[in-house]
């Protein structure tokens, strides 16, 4: 056994396959993979738009129709296959491991653009001492930090300011995948994560004492009833919950499949679920406050402000607000600290997958996947999103890696488990349903029939009106008035380069050790089923 599980390279030192050491390091990292940027730049602007208070109806049942259910399906397949998404699909069904290399495709794309978010977070951690941004915020971060030209286009040129704390961030990353799971993620984010919440805790409270507050905090939670009646605002509803979450892009699957045996996965799952939807609220609660007092500052009204939700928000708008607030040095370093844990905690989770997919394909050990991970990632990092375009390039790759691939992935993901079938042992049954029984199996909160349904029949079909929406909106109007050659090259690109890997990931000789005996736990239901007859 100690030979096999050395083969993957993601062993412990005892031979053994790498663990969570605990069950709250597991829901920690879970949280800080799925509390990232957009839970404080995007939500609160999603919910204003999209009916204000009124938008928490269709949000939550949301959480509780596709988020909660997709994440219980990538914990269930993570952890009964022990593997990330591409030998954990191919134990499920073995053709579908081309499945498990799209994702880790969508997972290497996000990754080299997110970690230059990070890196202008950490620039923006150095100005906010002194608030060295000054006045006019928004000349300062696209025309002073980032070199941004006017028109949209494609540059070589190397961005000074974003490039070296960019190399950081990689550096970083390359230590902590090194060290492992235990070691190194695991404790990154049992200290990352209650920082964060002090950090950001300490930021809302001083917000909403600010002058104007309950102007902002009106504005965000008055509800607009009417805004129900607009598919748009649920389909918004459930693209918040579903990028917000990490889920069905491979991430929860690779953390899971790092669980002990006798884990209680359902119930970590809801933990973490509603802790990322109560800080999405947290962090609606400081934006807004701080909102309402920038408004108040300028003596107009919130809806007048500008740059409310995305980067503009992050780096221009509340810079502002952090120059007109006492102690503003203190609280631009609470604010933007924020951003980069919530940023690096969820990077380490995109670059985890990525790495021990390698591990396991390729039969590489831990620290050369890392290694091999970090170089790639990085080169393409600065090579394309350091750059004086780097803005452009970022936002449209953004916008179609996570509006088509991520839902596309779910959409499969789905459909699969609901229509293959498995023999175990004896034991024949659809996927779906062994997944189901593995949970409840090692689960105290039990999953009932009605989960089949919301991930067999509801939650494709809710997806798939989603992606052939934003599929239609894109193909008409093209995206956010940028030349077509841009957006075919980076965003249509971008679909086909994850396709490309999902092909070529898949045509490589597996070098590394698959042998379920071993990686795999076995399936428990014929165990349970006889246990309950005996008991009867």
Known sequence: MAEVEAASGTTGAAGERDTWTSNRGFILAAIGSAVGLGNIWRFPGVAYESGGGAF????????????????FLDYAIGH??????????????RKAEALGWFQIGILFVISCYYAVIIAWSLSFFYFSFGTKWGDDTAAFFTDEYLHLPKEVGVSSDLVAGVAW?????WVAIVVVLALGVSKGIEKLNVIGIPLLVLGFGALVIRSVTLPGASDGLNALFTPDWAA???LNVWIAAYSQIFFSMSIAFGIMIAYASFQRRKANMTSSGLVVGFANSSFEILAGIGVFSALGFLAHQQGIAVDELEGISGPILSFVTFPAVISQMPGSALFGALFFGSLVIAGFTSLISLVLGVSVALQEKFGLTQRTAAL????????VSFGLFSTATGL?????????????????????????????????GGWASRSIDELRGHLNAVSTFRVGAWWVPLIGLYAP?????????????????????????????????????????????????????????????PDVRPVVAAKKGAEQ
Do not use: H
Not at 80 to 93: Q, S
Not at 395 to 420: P, Y
């Open 392 to 424: 452009y390039t970022l936002d449209t790759v953004d916008q179609f890696a996570n509006n088509i691939g991520i839902v596309a992935s779910a959409i499969a993901m789905c459909v699969l488990v609901e229509f293959t079938f498995r023999n175990n």
């Open 56 to 71: 928490l109806i269709p949000y939550l049942i949301a959480l509780v129709t596709a988020g909660i259910p997709i994440l």
């Open 372 to 379: 091999t991970v970090g170089i790639v990632c990085g080169a």
């Open 165 to 169: 704390p960019l190399a950081a961030v």
């Open 461 to 521: 079909v809710f997806l798939g009106i989603m992606l052939i929406e934003k599929l239609r909106t894109l193909i008409r109007d093209g995206y956010e008035g940028e030349p077509t050659w841009f957006v075919g090259v980076f965003g249509w690109g971008t679909v086909g380069l994850i396709a490309v890997i999902a092909i070529v990931g898949t045509l490589f000789p597996w070098k590394g050790r698959d042998d379920p005996q071993f990686k795999a736990w």
């Open 228 to 230: 129900l009646r607009d």
């Open 80 to 93: 009964r296959f022990r593997a990330a998404p591409p030998l954990a699909f191919r134990r499920l069904f």
